[in-house]
């Protein structure tokens, strides 16, 4: 903690804390004397997670120098390119995940880096609740004697998701299945209104699969199996009943204001959950998970979203999401920072108006010289002119309609923001993601049968 610069009167009240614990036990409903505590504080203690982070963090320095000194070889995103990007772990709360190569040595120095951990801060690893697993190795049962550990198997449950499955296995969302039949099997035995069958479906049914749908694509028939679940139950209906659905479903789920009760609809909030990955990817520059996509299958130029994966190993994840990149595109604008623009490309990208100028002056695309130019390196900032070239001269009536009017857009809309190159969400005011606001550009509002 001295090395995380806390003072040493914070330090003296974690002291008091952890050499003041006292504990008694309850035996036949009588307390017996207090003892005190060979490690940690007392159970329930609000303090106690705080304390278990900054604990965490010591094991966390220790794997980072084992990584360092190559002892752990840990987890290399992208063997196949020059990235030095390696992960030697991965922490969240109580839960640990532990990267290194499948030999005896790495193992032994590994279970030597975890036992001079516990000597030193006093935690017990219980391995007897842990778990090794192997990518294509053959020595599963020799490796788990060394940390004397069980042995796991793909897909793996970490965080709620399951780590290694495939997002198009349909039995991944069978859990999300069980769920909602666990809920409606007591459900269905209340006497329940309409509107009472509504709000459940709203408040519950219709939230269970938001956390599956944020990093994966919900298959079409699993969202038609969920959502038969959520009409039968409004209706009332099901293997012994069969009461008619006197509204189709897709009038169902329009908003309020269009007739609608206001029913999400899977496939189009599925959809606008996946805009979020791509907003990230462009603004979190420094983030963990953006560095892995970025190692893995490459930047752009401009750097705002990733290559498509020429491959198809290894990218059931993020390869289904990037079908929808140019879509979120459409949805999305560059500002130009002072001085800078050298993110955001002249042709290709929305900074310029509504639309690209690719799209907008598509004849001066096809003789522009550079079609991967940038802003920044067209423009004059000192005296404010652009410095356009092209493989031709243009003809009279060219320069009287297309061309005039394109550098008339260039010069008039050109509008530049402090700070760096940023993405602007065109569909809300405050330019900042808004699922809410794809999802209602989504749905039909057209007019609805339903009063």
């Known amino acids: 903690m001295r090395r995380m610069c806390f003072r040493v009167r914070w330090l003296k ?3 008091w804390c952890i050499s003041t614990v006292r504990l008694s036990i ?8 207090f003892f005190g505590s060979s490690r940690g504080i007392r159970h329930g203690d609000p303090f106690s997670p705080y304390l278990f982070i900054l604990v965490m963090e010591a ?16 987890l290399e995103t992208s063997p196949s390119t020059s990235s030095e990007l390696r992960i030697s772990h991965l922490l969240y709360a109580d839960d640990t995940i532990l990267f290194c190569g499948d030999n005896d040595e790495e193992l032994r120095n590994l279970r030597c880096v975890l036992l001079c951990f516990e000597a030193v801060y006093g935690l017990k690893i219980n ?28 897909p793996l449950n970490y965080l709620g998701l399951p780590v290694g499955a495939g997002a198009r296995n349909k039995d991944v969302w069978n859990v999300i299945i069980d769920r909602m039949e666990r809920k409606l099997a007591g459900w269905k035995k209340m006497h329940l209104s309409k509107g009472a069958r509504l709000t459940l479906i709203k408040a519950s049914l219709s ?12 298959p079409k028939s699993v969202a038609d199996r969920i959502e038969k679940i959520q009409r039968d ?3 009332d209906s099901g293997e012994n009943t069969c009461n008619f659905h006197l509204v189709k479903w897709s009038d169902v789920c329009q908003p309020l204001s269009s007739g609608g009760l206001g029913i999400r609809s899977l496939v189009n909030f599925s959809k606008a959950l996946l805009w979020k990955w791509f907003w990230r990817f462009a603004n979190e520059r420094s983030a963990l998970w953006r560095q892995v996509i970025s190692s893995k299958f490459g930047a752009s130029k401009s750097d705002w979203h990733t290559k498509v994966p020429s491959f ?69 900032y000192s005296n404010g002119v652009w410095n356009l070239s092209f493989s031709r001269n243009f003809y009279g009536f060219e320069l009287l309609h297309s061309v005039s009017s394109f ?16 993405m602007y969400w065109k569909l809300m005011k405050s330019g900042m993601l808004s699922i809410k606001s794809y999802y209602d550009s989504l749905v039909d509002t057209g007019n609805s049968s339903f009063p």
């Open 13 to 15: 009240w974690i002291q």
């Open 26 to 33: 309850l035996v036949n409903g009588e307390p017996f004397d």
């Open 59 to 74: 094991l966390s320095k220790l794997l980072d120098r084992a990584c360092d000194i190559g002892i752990i070889s840990g």
């Open 127 to 154: 391995m007897e609740r842990s778990e090794i697993v192997l990518v294509r190795s053959n020595y599963a049962a020799a490796l788990a004697d060394i940390l004397d550990c069980k042995i796991g198997s793909f």
């Open 207 to 218: 939230s269970l699969p938001t956390y599956f749908m944020s990093p994966f694509v919900i």
């Open 233 to 235: 139950f409004l209706w």
């Open 312 to 380: 198809f190993s290894g990218v059931s994840l993020w390869k289904p999401m990037l079908k929808f990149s140019p879509i979120f595109e459409m949805q999305v604008k560059f500002n130009a920072g002072e001085g800078d623009g050298r993110k955001i490309n002249f042709w290709n990208d929305c900074w310029c108006g509504d639309q690209s100028l690719r799209t907008e002056f598509p004849s001066l695309f096809q003789v522009s010289l550079n079609e991967e130019v940038k802003v920044g390196d067209l423009y004059c």
């Open 407 to 422: 550098f008339s857009k260039i010069y008039s809309d050109f509008k530049r923001v402090e700070g760096p190159d940023s």
